[in-house]
Nanobody
């Protein structure tokens, strides 16, 4: 059974930091592109940051320079360090694996107060 379990969300004031974690089981973690997505109410889910197996990273323009994605293949875990948080970062954050093994986590709420 495949599981992607996110943790680390919560409520933080603007300018603060949070670190999200996503631990995967049931997939071959090391061969998968791993991404963090987010969805705010009334909007489409968007890619925030992604990291392939060769350490190539992708960032949304809105988070470039503030967020950092990393992975620990030994722990089957991908992280998202979020600094200088803004109210517009408020959303449910989802972890996704793949390609090639495409699965979603259940999401974790991040709320940034002004």
């Amino acid at each position: 059974q495949v599981q992607l379990v996110e943790s680390g969300g919560g409520l933080v004031q603007a300018g603060g930091s949070l670190r999200l974690s996503c631990t995967a089981s049931g997939i071959i973690f090391s061969i998968n592109y791993m991404g963090w997505y987010r969805q705010a109410p009334g909007t489409q889910r968007e890619l925030v940051a992604g990291l392939d197996t060769g350490e190539r990273v992708d960032y949304a323009d809105s988070v470039e320079g503030r967020f950092t994605i990393s992975r620990d293949n030994a722990k089957n875990t991908v992280y998202l360090q979020m600094n200088s948080l803004k109210p517009e970062d408020t959303a449910i954050y989802y972890c996704r694996s793949g390609p090639p093994q495409n699965y979603w986590g259940q999401g974790t709420q991040v709320t940034v107060s002004s």
